[in-house]
């Protein structure tokens, strides 16, 4: 049973570029939720997807959006790059109506903007 | 203030120690609570739920006061395999999200 799968797994970008991350969350799991991860910080979220719709959301920029496939993978695209967007993001899923301690972290995509 | 604060770190303890982390919390509507594990360049993975009444699973303690809002990690007879940054994390009432310390780092040496 694959876990939650991240693509891809580094990248480099430039400011102002625009970014796309993928996540393929766990089998049977059709929630989606992103995460932030700056050097020496701990996760930060950024919002959640459930039946292809943003359902909750942090506290990040309309840079930052996303979307969910009907097969529950997600998108997380970050546009006009600063280089304070340097961080890991991670991918959770989790099943619906279950509680946030199932949540299954992929291994994250690391984005270094220069 | 950060909703969630962690004693700073590293920490760095021979193996066989006991070490204790310490962490709080701002929102007291915060409804469920854990500890995370996170190795080097790796993704967080859950290490065990903390409960008022505390729980233990081996060599870990939890505890969680509410009141106080704070809660706690010990662990005792402390492993190489136990170094990693240990991050305390807060679920909001009526949120499905996870709200994270900044981490704290141990490092056990031989």
């Known amino acids: 049973d694959a876990g939650v799968t991240q693509s891809p797994t580094h990248l480099i970008k430039t400011r102002g570029q625009q970014v796309t991350l993928r996540c393929s969350p766990k089998?049977?799991?059709?929630?989606v939720s992103w995460y932030q991860q700056a050097l020496g910080q701990g996760p930060q979220f950024i919002f959640q997807?459930?039946?292809?719709?943003?359902?909750q959301r942090g506290n990040f920029p309309d840079r930052f959006s996303g979307h969910q496939f009907p097969n529950y993978s997600s998108e997380l695209n970050v546009n006009a790059l600063l280089l304070g967007d340097s961080a890991l993001y991670l991918c959770a899923s989790t099943p619906q109506g279950v509680g946030v301690e199932t949540q299954y972290f992929g291994p994250g995509t690391r984005l270094l903007v220069l | 203030r950060k909703e969630v604060e962690q004693d700073p770190g590293p920490f760095n303890v021979p193996e066989g120690a006991t070490v204790a982390f310490n962490c709080t919390y701002s929102n007291s509507a915060s409804q469920s609570f854990f500890w995370y594990r996170q190795d080097c360049r790796k993704e967080p993975k859950l290490l065990m739920s903390v409960y008022s009444s505390g729980n233990e699973d081996g060599r870990f303690t939890a505890q969680l006061n509410r009141a106080s809002q704070y809660i706690s990690l010990l662990i005792r007879d402390s492993k190489l395999s136990d170094s990693a940054t240990y991050l305390c994390v807060v679920n909001p009432w009526g949120y499905n999200k996870l709200i994270f310390g900044a981490g704290t780092r141990l490092a056990v040496h031989p």
């Open positions: 997807y459930y039946e292809e719709e943003e359902r």
């Open positions: 089998s049977g799991h059709d929630t």
